[in-house]
């Protein structure tokens, strides 16, 4: 506040007179600037989160599924003294390298904040967001339009705490439809003579913790990876049970006999390794395909061992 009093017996003249003032603020903090602020528009840049998830980097190959109960939520904060008004337009989903826009009406109202405190407000997209990520996208990206104060009210303020924050809240339970679900392992083959050979011992051992039945295939394949010989096919390994693993063990056996002419080992002349592959069981649910709930925890586990046994000619 700065008050100019007339010295006495100065005449000022209208027009021919002046001061000029210079203030300077040295090592001050802002506080608060309160007065009639004006309407703005705000715009975020476009946020995105990846929606692929049984995609690369993981042992599972192309499968259908479907999430049941995947949530999207959406909160805004606001803790100015002005109110502001956003718009949820559109989603854009990316699939392929092609994008998706799906137009959606989002409009949530925040009221001005009170001094030292925080109006939230929460926007739920669940069904927009469910039928999103069940076209299977590789990611999908939000844009949030919004206006502080669309009305001009006056007699409104900012603090140097001020601010406005966007968040995301994604839950995605692993609660699915599945079908078609398939990983492979596979065991190299070395060092077996097969012209030798007798007879082999194959042990497979395996444990299902997946709340799902699943067929067990393990075929013998050749350095370009086609099929010589199938070991099994179609062994039922039932699902784990009240948390806990099923388990099967096989033993098979496959024989070179001279006294009835039969070779079964004569393929292994040529393979270089035996491929496992682990497929949901599709004889029990609906239209093949099962709803589960998987936990971080459910896995299956197998391991296979050979016993070989040769005969040698000596006099060779």
Same mark, same amino acid.
């Given at each position: 506040?700065?008050?100019?009093?007339?010295?006495?017996?100065?005449?000022?003249?209208?027009?021919?007179?002046?001061?000029?003032?210079? +203030?300077?603020?040295?090592?001050?903090?802002?506080?608060?600037?309160?007065?009639?602020?004006?309407? *703005?528009?705000?715009? =975020?840049?476009?946020?995105?989160?990846?929606?692929?998830?049984?995609?690369?980097?993981?042992?599972?190959?192309?499968?259908?599924?479907?999430?049941?109960?995947?949530?999207?939520? %959406?909160?805004? =904060?606001?803790?100015?003294?002005?109110?502001?008004?956003?718009?949820?337009?559109?989603?854009?989903?990316?699939?392929?390298?092609?994008?998706?826009?799906?137009?959606?009406?989002?409009?949530?109202?925040?009221?001005?904040?009170?001094?030292?405190?925080?109006?939230? *407000? @929460?926007?739920? +997209?669940?069904? &927009?967001? /469910?039928? $999103?990520?069940?076209?299977?996208?590789?990611?999908?990206?939000?844009?949030?339009?919004? &206006?502080?104060?669309?009305?001009? &009210?006056?007699?409104?303020?900012? &603090?140097?705490?001020?601010?406005?924050? !966007?968040?995301?809240? %994604?839950?995605?339970?692993?609660?699915?439809?599945?079908?078609?679900?398939?990983?492979?392992?596979?065991?190299?083959?070395?060092?077996?003579?097969?012209?030798?050979?007798?007879?082999?011992?194959?042990?497979?051992?395996?444990?299902?913790? $997946?709340?799902?039945?699943?067929? $067990?295939?393990?075929?013998?394949?050749?350095?370009?990876?086609?099929?010589?010989?199938?070991?099994?096919?179609?062994?039922?390994?039932?699902?784990? *049970?009240?948390?806990?693993?099923?388990?099967?063990?096989?033993? !098979?056996?496959? @024989?070179?006999?001279? #006294?009835?002419?039969?070779?079964? $080992?004569?393929?292994?002349?040529?393979?270089?390794?035996?491929?496992?592959?682990?497929?949901?069981?599709?004889?029990?649910?609906?239209?093949?395909?099962?709803?589960? #709930?998987?936990?971080?925890?459910? /896995?299956?586990?197998?391991?296979?061992?050979?016993?070989?046994?040769?005969?040698?000619?000596?006099?060779?």
């Amino acid at each position: 506040e700065l008050v100019l009093n007339r010295s006495s017996g100065v005449n000022l003249v209208t027009g021919q007179n002046s001061i000029d003032l210079d +203030f300077e603020f040295v090592n001050m903090e802002f506080e608060a600037l309160y007065g009639d602020l004006s309407t *703005q528009n705000i715009s =975020t840049e476009r946020n995105g989160f990846d929606t692929d998830f049984f995609g690369q980097g993981n042992d599972f190959e192309d499968f259908a599924y479907y999430l049941d109960d995947p949530r999207l939520k %959406i909160i805004y =904060t606001n803790t100015m003294g002005l109110p502001i008004v956003f718009n949820v337009n559109s989603f854009l989903s990316y699939k392929n390298g092609n994008a998706e826009e799906t137009a959606i009406s989002g409009e949530v109202n925040l009221i001005a904040a009170e001094l030292e405190s925080a109006v939230v *407000q @929460e926007a739920s +997209f669940d069904e &927009t967001f /469910k039928s $999103l990520v069940n076209d299977l996208p590789d990611s999908v990206q939000i844009q949030i339009d919004g &206006t502080i104060d669309p009305e001009n &009210t006056p007699n409104n303020f900012v &603090t140097s705490s001020s601010g406005i924050q !966007i968040g995301y809240e %994604i839950e995605i339970p692993l609660i699915l439809s599945i079908q078609d679900l398939i990983f492979k392992e596979s065991f190299d083959i070395d060092g077996l003579e097969a012209d030798q050979l007798e007879s082999v011992l194959f042990k497979f051992n395996t444990s299902n913790s $997946l709340p799902i039945n699943v067929n $067990l295939k393990a075929v013998f394949l050749d350095a370009d990876s086609a099929e010589l010989h199938v070991l099994f096919d179609g062994l039922l390994l039932e699902a784990g *049970q009240n948390g806990q693993a099923t388990s099967l063990l096989e033993y !098979i056996r496959l @024989e070179n006999n001279s #006294q009835t002419n039969t070779n079964d $080992l004569a393929f292994l002349a040529n393979a270089t390794r035996i491929a496992i592959s682990v497929r949901v069981d599709t004889s029990t649910p609906v239209d093949g395909i099962q709803k589960v #709930q998987i936990s971080a925890t459910d /896995k299956i586990d197998f391991s296979l061992a050979m016993q070989a046994k040769y005969n040698f000619n000596n006099n060779n």
